[in-house]
């Protein structure tokens, strides 16, 4: 699923992070940029060993709701923004930790002229954000960075399974009826 917001395009597809050919992709990270399992553990073993030596030799760690970027190794993209996303506590602060994190990438793009990104459903894994509330927020973050922001002209999300696909398709059909 598609749409335009003003000159860009966002898209919802289902499908695997690690073989998108956006210039660059985002991971879900950990503070300590540690690597783990999930999409970090995927985009690492795809990508190779360059990616947490490039993470060593920049940086200790990244706040909560921030992201960094390095190279993109043996990946198809250039570049990835590691993104840490909350651990869901149920706290209002939730909501903005998560906006944080996506605004950042998409602020990394800018600065680094990227205008394509893809990302997966950031703390809805081991982080345990419910995917409903996720999705809104992530969806919500992009298209209003978009909105300001013609030099990027594509956010994908991509969802690995259908569940997950399935509830950001129907966060971003909502999220137009009510704009
Ligand atoms: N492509 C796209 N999405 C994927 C892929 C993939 N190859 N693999 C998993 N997902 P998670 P979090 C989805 O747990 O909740 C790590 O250990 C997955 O189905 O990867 O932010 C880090 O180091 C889920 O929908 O990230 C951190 O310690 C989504 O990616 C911690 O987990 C996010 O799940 C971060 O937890």
Not at 104 to 133: D, K, M, R, W
């Amino acid at each position: 699923m598609k749409e335009m917001v003003h000159q860009s395009v966002l898209e919802v597809v289902q499908g695997d992070i690690t073989q998108q050919d956006t210039e660059a992709i985002g991971n879900a990270a950990n503070s300590r940029l540690a690597g783990g399992g999930g999409v970090d553990g995927a985009i690492h073993r795809a990508g190779g060993p360059t990616i947490m030596a490039d993470l060593r030799a920049k940086y200790t760690g990244c706040p909560t709701g921030s992201a960094v970027i390095t190279g993109g190794g043996n990946l198809k993209a250039k570049y990835v923004l590691h993104a840490v996303g909350p651990i869901y506590s149920g706290s209002p602060k939730d909501a903005q930790l998560l906006s944080s994190a996506y605004r950042t990438c998409l602020e990394l793009c800018t600065q680094h002229q990227i205008s394509a990104i893809a990302f997966p459903s950031i703390s809805t894994g081991v982080y345990g954000y419910p995917v409903e509330e996720a999705s809104r927020v992530a969806l919500k973050t992009v298209k209003d960075y978009l909105k300001g922001h013609p030099e990027i002209k594509l956010v994908r999300f991509v969802l690995f399974d259908s569940k997950t696909y399935s509830v950001y398709e129907e966060a971003l059909k909502e999220l137009t009826k009510t704009e």
